[in-house]
């Protein structure tokens, strides 16, 4: 099991912003497509966005589009999130996760190999 160390979660109000980090060692960063899922009490986890390790090329759900950005920095071995106009409705646990090389294109739980803890984002109407 690989660790990944999820921070940046909390409480903001409607139209605010919030940046997720999650590290990973270095091993797995490299090798890695990164991605974050988020699950709200009472529903399923859900795909929220995830970027390729190679091209950096990403995927979204539709509600994240044009509001989430999903970034990597490999220096860090570190994946953002950052969150814009944010709605009370994104209220969950997100988790950080990570998987083969090619998985980025894929919005299922099952292709992700390995769980952050999670981290809460709450936002208050």
């Known amino acids: 099991q690989v660790y990944l160390a999820e921070s940046g979660g909390g409480l903001v109000q409607a139209g605010g912003s919030l940046r997720l980090s999650c590290t990973a060692p270095?091993?797995?960063?490299?090798?890695?497509?990164m991605g974050w899922f988020r699950q709200a009490p009472g529903k399923e986890r859900e795909f929220v966005a995830a970027?390729?390790?190679?091209?950096?090329?990403?995927n979204y759900a539709d509600f994240a589009k044009g509001r989430f950005t999903i970034s990597r920095d490999k220096a860090k071995n570190t994946v953002y999130l950052q969150m814009n106009s944010l709605r009370p409705e994104d209220t969950a646990v997100y988790y950080c996760?990570?998987?083969?090389?090619?998985?980025?294109?894929?919005?299922?739980?099952?292709?992700?190999?390995?769980w952050g803890q999670g981290t809460q984002v709450t936002v208050s109407s």
């Open positions: 996760t990570s998987s083969y090389w090619g998985s980025y294109a894929s919005t299922s739980t099952l292709t992700y190999r390995n």
């Open positions: 270095t091993r797995t960063f490299s090798n890695s497509d």
């Open positions: 970027i390729s390790a190679t091209t950096s090329s990403t």
